[in-house]
Structures are given as structure tokens and as C-alpha cells.
């Protein structure tokens, strides 16, 4: 066990639709990091918050958003899904972004299917 | 930008046998590197890493790895594997970046897919 929580594991739902994923962190760690598992692109870094701010954005599509709240977990938000969306999405977090305390420890993954 | 290539995307190898999967990484500043295996239907679990020092880094489950700065390649390998290694492996690699925008994500590879067979 990571000490990463992330919910729901499993998530169906249709096209046009709005989702929410949450993830809470190990104790203690202040970054959380999103990451995108599909079978096309592989894995790819989404966005990064530390402490509450936004740090880091990678190939996020507008569609999509998150936010760290004060007791540090993160949601992703994910809207207008599409068909393409469908993939695994994971968290990750570490005590902070920079040098060796950036190690980061990985949920074990939301699994979206959108029908 | 910095990126990583796994260049075999499945490995086959009987059990007990040696196995060595390969990583390449590109960036222009110093990296750390990592390891992680997923196993069916799991989530990321780090094997080991990379940070300074001694080159060769030992990890979980019997597994290690050796960065080879000048080769940019962190291949990993284990003497003798079990049906239990069974997994896909993603290497991936972090930008040692103070100064830039990297923030610390990490780039993974594709992923190697490694069957033991019995």
C-alpha cells in the first residue's frame, strides 16, 4: 500500500457528461501530481499542485481541471467527456517537487469508461 | 524536453533465467531516474531509483539497475526471475531542475512487458 487513496476506482459514464476524481496523499506530502494511462499515449503527466497552488501543467486539455484543497487533497475534474477519455487515471504525491524529496508514491488508479 | 525510450516493448524469459530491460533517456540537464512495476490491474509501485552516488542501485524484489551517464541508459535487470515478476515495467525520469519549470514530473517510457514463463 502507497499510502495514496484514490476514488472511485471504477467510474462509467456517457459522453457530454462531468466527472470528479479525488485522491488523497500519503501524510505529510504536499505535491500531488495527475498522471493519464491510455493504451495510445501511454502514460502522460496532467498537472501538478503543491500546497494548494497550481505548479506544473503537461498535455492537460481545457476540458479538464483540478485543485488541492487545504487539508491537501486533489480532484480532478473532467468535463464534456468524449469517447477518447476513456483511460486510467492516476495520482501521485511527494513530500515536495525538487531533488531527492521528490519521490513520488502512486495511487492505484481511477479506471474511466465513457460510453 | 527531456524523454525516455524503452526499446523492448515485451520481453519473454523462462523462469530462473536472467532478464535485463532497457532504458534510454535524453535531456539536457542532470536527471534522476526510477523504476516502477505494474502489475495486473494495480496501480505504480516504485522498484528503485536513482538520485547520486553509486551508480548501481539495488531495489525491490531482487531487482537493480545501473545508470550509465555517458550511454544516457539506466537498464534494469535481475539475476533470476519467478513467475511472479510477471508485470509491465515503466521506466521514467525527472528533471534535477532547481532553477527551471520542471516541477518534478515525471516522463515515463512506454513500458516493457515482461512474461515469465514457467
Known amino acids: 500500500d502507497s499510502g495514496v487513496t484514490q476514488t472511485p476506482k471504477h467510474l462509467i459514464t456517457a459522453t457530454g457528461q462531468r466527472v470528479t476524481l479525488r485522491c488523497s496523499p500519503r501524510s505529510g506530502d504536499l505535491s500531488v501530481y495527475w498522471y493519464q494511462q491510455s493504451l495510445d499515449q501511454g502514460l502522460q503527466f496532467l498537472i501538478q499542485y503543491y500546497n494548494g497552488e497550481e505548479r506544473a501543467k503537461g498535455n492537460i486539455l481545457e476540458r479538464f481541471s483540478a485543485q488541492q484543497f487545504p487539508d491537501l487533497h486533489s480532484e480532478l475534474n473532467l468535463s464534456s467527456l468524449e469517447l477518447g477519455d476513456s483511460a486510467l487515471y492516476f495520482c501521485?504525491?511527494?513530500?515536495?517537487?525538487?531533488?531527492?524529496?521528490?519521490?513520488?508514491?502512486f495511487g492505484a488508479g481511477t479506471r474511466l469508461s465513457v460510453l | 524536453a527531456q524523454s525516455v525510450t524503452q526499446l523492448d516493448s515485451q520481453v519473454p524469459v523462462f523462469e530462473e533465467a536472467p532478464v535485463e530491460l532497457r532504458c534510454n533517456y535524453s535531456?539536457?540537464?542532470?536527471?534522476?531516474l526510477f523504476w516502477y512495476v505494474q502489475y495486473p490491474n494495480q496501480g505504480l509501485q516504485l522498484l528503485l531509483k536513482y538520485l547520486s552516488g553509486s551508480t548501481l542501485v539495488k531495489g525491490i524484489n531482487g531487482f537493480e539497475a545501473e545508470f550509465n551517464k555517458s550511454q544516457t541508459s539506466f537498464h534494469l535487470r535481475k539475476p533470476s526471475v519467478h513467475i511472479s515478476d510477471t508485470a509491465e515495467y515503466f521506466c521514467a525520469v525527472s528533471e534535477n531542475d532547481a532553477g527551471g519549470t520542471s516541477y518534478g514530473k515525471l516522463t515515463f517510457g512506454q513500458g516493457t512487458i515482461l512474461t515469465v514463463h514457467p
Open positions: 501521485a504525491s511527494s513530500v515536495a517537487s525538487l531533488g531527492a524529496l521528490n519521490i513520488q508514491y
Open positions: 535531456s539536457s540537464v542532470s536527471v534522476y
